[in-house]
Structure formats: structure tokens, C-alpha cells
């Protein structure tokens, strides 16, 4: 009887593959090979934040990501619409876009995943068909007392699942494409605690692992990283595995370059002052070059940074719908952000 190593020899010498059907996908981490290929083109437009030069602002995020021929989306919004409405504004097509990446489970980054994929696969059936979120995003979340699953992400998995999408979930840095990276979860080595702390009076939700409720520090917390001669480019969501974290990750990841650009919301609209003068002096030496500071980042953080990592009003910027970081020609603020 044949064997399944020949079996699976005689597959690849054709150029076949075993079919793999499970909706919900473990990744493999980093593929093996060759020497690493560095990403040559990069285009990343927000089509979710506050402020809007173009289209509608919310509390929320969501970017297209346009790097070598590919297009993902990376985190939905927080409404059903904001980001099909934004994309329709400036003209950019989501139904060719494959894959999503989801940056954490907070509903203002994952609210427009279902209406999204339902509505692009209408017209392509591959459109938004596979999400990428890292290990521990389906995890329940609760309060004390209280057996309501709060977990928004429990409640839109079979809704994509049913819909032929499939979740693909990362336990540790995954190279997606060549040098087109995703964090996984994010080590938590400086305790940058960058996440929301529940209200006076009222009780806090907690994140059930190993049976137990403990404080949700968002460990599903995971960003992009793409790796270009110039350096690094750092896509986040929220950060809310806090931004030294995350960098210091990418860096041990992918390679320990300069941070060419940081993009997205990074958490430190509340900040403390001690806070803030830590990160920015983390931030410097870290080199980073372009920034937009979008979603929770803070108008004043965005300002201060601008000062304190030398950079100007071209290259550091309040994130806006309709803005654009381009890797050839850096930032294309619009006219509100500048």
C-alpha cells in the first residue's frame, strides 16, 4: 500500500495540495526558506477615524492596505456602514479584497466585519472571506457575578462563519506574504497598560482563560508589520498591548530596524504625563520617521510627538479618513489634517 509521505510526495511533484476545509485555521508561523524579501510597494488608506477629510469620522478604525499586488482590510469600524460609506466616498473597491485582519476584539474595530463580508460577497464570494485575528480574541469576557459572554466577537463568528467566511487565529508573529508580518500577541514586557478601565460604579469586565476571570488586558491585541529597506512600517489598531511592546516585538520578529513609519491609534489619548514623556523618548530611539496618529492616539499626543521626535507637520499628522501613507512618497495628509 502506497504510503502517505509517497502519497504526499507525488502531490506536490503535481502541484497539488490536500483540500483544508475547517472555518477555523491555527497558522503555522513564519514560513521556512529563503532569505527574507523586503516589501517594495505599500499604500495604506484610513477609512476609519474621528476626523474625516472625506466621508464620515467615528469612534472606530479601519484601513485598506495595498502592498506588492495584494489588498487587505485591516479592522471594520464601528458601524455597520462607516467603512463600505467611506470607501464608496473615495472611490476604493473592497469587493477584491480577500483577507481581513482584526487588530482586537473591541466592537469599534469589528462591528463592520459581518455587514461588510455579506454584502461584498454578493458580488465575489472570496471578498472578505478570510479574517486573521490573533489568539485569544474569542476568549468570553464577563463581569463578576454575571454568566452574559460580552465578547461581541462570540456573537459575529457564526454569523461570517456562515456565510463561507473562515477565521485563520495566530498564537505567535506570522509571516502572512513576503515581509507582509502579523504580531500575534504582543509580550507585554513594560507595563504600558494601554487599554480602557471600566467606569466609576461600574463593575469590570473580566476575560475568562483557563477557567478563571481575570483583568482583560486585551492579550488578542496585533498589528501589522511590513518590512521595507527603509525601514519598518507599524500598522495598529488600538495598541493596546501598548506601543514600545509592540515595536520591541516587531523589531525581535522581523529585524531590528528603524521604524520608517507608525500608523493608527495607539492608545494614549488619556495618558499620564510620565506616560507620554516615556514613550516619546522609547519612540526616538526607536527612529521613527513618519507618524499618523489616528483613533485613540490623542490631537494633543499627535502634537507633542511631532515636537519631541523632530519630525514636521508632512511628517507627522492627526489620522483622517481619506489620508494616505504611500511608502515611495510618505504622507498624504488632505487639507483638514495638515
Known sequence: MQSRRDMLRQ?????????????????????????????????????????ADSGIGEWGFGALVEVDGRRLLFDTGAHDDVVSRNARE??????????VILSHNHGDHTIGLVPLRTALSATRADALGRA???????????????????????????????????????????????????????PRRHPERNWSVAAAGRPETKVEIGGQLVEDTVPDDM?????????????TGCGHAGVVNTI???????????????IGGIHLFNASEQTLA?????????????????????VETVYRFRQSL??????????AVGQVFDLASGINAGAIAR
Open 310 to 319: 523632530g519630525l514636521d507637520r508632512s511628517r507627522c499628522v492627526v489620522g
Open 90 to 99: 473615495l472611490r476604493v473597491a473592497l469587493d477584491t479584497v480577500p483577507e
Open 132 to 186: 486573521h485575528v490573533a489568539e485569544g480574541i474569542f476568549a468570553p469576557r464577563r463581569r463578576e457575578g454575571s454568566a452574559n459572554d460580552l465578547n461581541a466577537m462570540n456573537r459575529f463568528r457564526p454569523q461570517y462563519e456562515a456565510t463561507g467566511g473562515r477565521f485563520v487565529v495566530h498564537a505567535k508573529p506570522t509571516e502572512l506574504y513576503p515581509g507582509v508580518w502579523l504580531t500575534g500577541p504582543v
Open 223 to 235: 498589528s501589522m508589520v511590513f518590512d521595507t529597506e527603509q525601514g519598518l512600517v507599524v500598522l
Open 11 to 51: 502531490l506536490a511533484l503535481a502541484g497539488l495540495a490536500l483540500p483544508c476545509s475547517p472555518a477555523l485555521v491555527r497558522s503555522a508561523g513564519r514560513p521556512s526558506a529563503t532569505a527574507p524579501r523586503k516589501v517594495s510597494q505599500l499604500r495604506i488608506t484610513i477609512l476609519s477615524t474621528m476626523l
Open 248 to 262: 520591541e516585538h516587531a523589531r525581535d520578529a522581523v529585524r531590528p530596524a528603524p521604524v520608517h513609519a507608525l
Open 278 to 298: 516615556w514613550t516619546e523618548q522609547k519612540l526616538r530611539g526607536f527612529g521613527v520617521r513618519h507618524l499618523i496618529g489616528a483613533h485613540c492616539t490623542g
